[in-house]
Structure formats: structure tokens, C-alpha cells
């Protein structure tokens, strides 16, 4: 079978010590992790474990982008982004799948509505600026809208 590619995801730091990405940086592993999954987005940016992932070329793969499916509206109502994305005549969707491409995370958000999915595959004709994209790096609060 052919094998197109690799990638892992953190939950703990007690995971973290047996996961496919810490037997590579460990030498066990031979094939290097292309993405690291982790939930991300505004309020909870994995900035450490993405800094750590980059040094080895690893790529950060957000995993609820949008705040997934229970708390997307949070995000949202976000007053922050929500004026981001009036400023650019956007959703908030495509502000935050902005917010993410510009600062380096590959994001697939998910969506069950066509309407949804053609919005947000619509945001390469703006940009946030240096400002705004650091408006949303600062709602980083460590506050997770998931827990497995
Ligand atoms: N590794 C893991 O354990 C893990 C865990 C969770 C998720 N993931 C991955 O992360 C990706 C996204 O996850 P997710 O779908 O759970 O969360 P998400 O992308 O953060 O949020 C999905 C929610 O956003 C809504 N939405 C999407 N676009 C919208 C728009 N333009 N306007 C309004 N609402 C919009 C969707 O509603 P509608 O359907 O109504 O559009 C849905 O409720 C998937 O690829 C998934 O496989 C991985």
C-alpha cells in the first residue's frame, strides 16, 4: 500500500511521550510526521508544541479551526474578529481561515452546508494586516473548546 503521508496529534504531555512525533524527535522513527494535528485557533494557539513541530519541518494542522461544531459561534461573536472581518466585508469564517493561513497553520475546516463550504474556500482575494493579524493573536487565553 502506497503511503502518501504521515502525521500525529498531541492530547497530553503523557501522550506526547508516546506518540508517532516524539519517537521521531527521539531518532526511533525514520519517517518524519508531515503534519502535527493539534486543536488550534484563536484562544488556543499551540504555539510551543508548533514552534517545537517547525524545527523538524513539521507543519501545524489545526483541528477545529473554527472552534468545531459545538462552539464555532463563540468564536464568531468574538468581538475582535467579528470587527476584522466587517473591516474586510467577510464572515468570520473566512477571517479566522485567514487568520490561520497567515500565520502558518494548514486549515480544513469542516462544514456539512454548501453555502458554508464555497465561503470558505473563498478568502484569497483579502488579507489581514500585520495589526489585525496580531488583534487575533493576542485572544490567545489557553482555553480549549474540545476536550477528548
Ligand atoms: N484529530 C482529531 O482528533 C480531530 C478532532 C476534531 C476535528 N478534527 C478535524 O478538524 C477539521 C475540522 O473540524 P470540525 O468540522 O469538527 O470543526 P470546525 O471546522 O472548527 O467547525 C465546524 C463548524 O463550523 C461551521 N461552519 C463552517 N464554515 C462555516 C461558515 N462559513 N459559516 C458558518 N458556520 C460555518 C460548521 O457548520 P455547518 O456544517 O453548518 O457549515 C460546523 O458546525 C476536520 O478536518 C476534522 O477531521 C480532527
Known amino acids: 500500500m502506497p503511503i502518501l503521508g504521515l502525521g500525529t496529534y498531541i492530547l497530553s504531555s503523557s501522550q506526547a511521550e508516546e506518540s508517532v ?15 502535527l494535528q493539534n486543536e488550534t485557533h484563536p484562544y ?3 504555539r510551543g ?17 473554527l472552534g468545531g ?8 461573536a468574538d468581538s475582535v474578529i467579528s470587527e476584522v472581518a466587517a473591516s ?9 481561515i485567514r487568520w490561520h493561513l497567515q500565520t502558518g497553520n494548514v486549515c480544513i475546516p469542516g462544514s456539512s452546508n ?3 463550504i464555497r465561503e470558505d ?9 500585520a495589526d489585525e493579524m496580531e488583534s487575533i493573536d493576542a485572544l490567545e487565553t489557553g482555553r480549549r473548546l474540545a476536550w477528548y
Not at 461544531?69 to 464568531?76: A, G, I, R, Y
Not at 474586510?88 to 479566522?96: D, I, K, R, Y
Not at 474556500?121 to 494586516?129: Q, T
Request: proline share 8%; glycine share 4%; with cysteine.
Open 69 to 76: 461544531k459545538q462552539d464555532c459561534h463563540t468564536l464568531f
Open 21 to 35: 512525533y516524539a519517537a521521531f524527535m527521539a531518532g526511533m522513527a525514520s519517517i518524519k510526521p508531515a503534519v
Open 88 to 96: 474586510h466585508g467577510v464572515s468570520p469564517a473566512q477571517a479566522l
Open 121 to 129: 474556500a473563498n478568502v484569497w482575494d483579502f488579507e489581514l494586516a
Open 49 to 65: 508544541p508548533k514552534a517545537a513541530a517547525a524545527e523538524s519541518g513539521t507543519v501545524l494542522e489545526s483541528w477545529f479551526p
Open 114 to 116: 454548501p453555502d458554508h
Open 44 to 46: 488556543y494557539q499551540e
